[in-house]
């Protein structure tokens, strides 16, 4: 199994997961020349893909999604409050398969076990990848840790994780303040200490790799993610990668 994005952050995300000859990818915020482009950064073509799973209906999740998978024949997995809430861009698409956010289900040879996270929007999931013997999780786009999310990712092998914000710089940056409650609220996004305190929550033996993901360009510095996250895994901080807006990160391989 590996993995590798082609951007995080609120200008546009997306991350592919292949095992074998399966790809999927995880969410598309950018345009179809873009996702091209970004795709092939990291050796791939849209034509490579098998399907695209959205985690929710917010623009920079989904704002490529429909044009891709329209364009590329591509089936779309969400859950039924997404696919309502985005009804308008959905219509057209070629083929659209429903999630149930506590039962699993296979795309080729990948296992997938979505899981609800707290976020604002209509019925957001996360995701664990397994090809039967390593996992991968993702947790993005949620405002506060729960046990089932804990429990969820616990023994994962690698782990892409959100560290949004810095409570400080959040509070002293430049977002207004009704910004500033939606993004620290408790259906916001994770601030660095809370990421940090789901590793505590999990049985984390197993880690691999650990990427610090969807952090915020003015309320954060990936230094202050590093640390955060190192502090509980007993690490140097360099260890955590750190994907980026305009980069994400590459492949990344779990063993």
Sequence with gaps: MRFASIGSGSSGNGLVVEVGRTRVLVDCGFSLSETRARLTRIGLAPEDLDAVLVTHEHSDHVGGVARLAIKHDLPVWCTHGTLVNWRMQTDNLPWTEVIDSHRSFSIGALEILPFPVPHDARE??????????????????????????????????????????????????????SLRRRVGGQYGHLENRQAASLLGQMDVSGLRHVVAAHLSQKNNKPSLARAALASVLNCEPEWINVACQEQGFDWRCIE
Excluded: W
């Design 124 to 177: 957001p999931v996360q995701f664990v990848f397994s090809d039967g013997q390593r996992k991968l999780g993702v947790l993005t786009d949620t405002g506060h840790i729960t046990s089932h999310i804990a429990a969820s990712l616990s023994g994962v092998n690698a782990l892409v994780l959100e560290c949004n914000h810095d409570a400080d710089m959040l509070e002293s940056g430049p977002y207004p303040p």
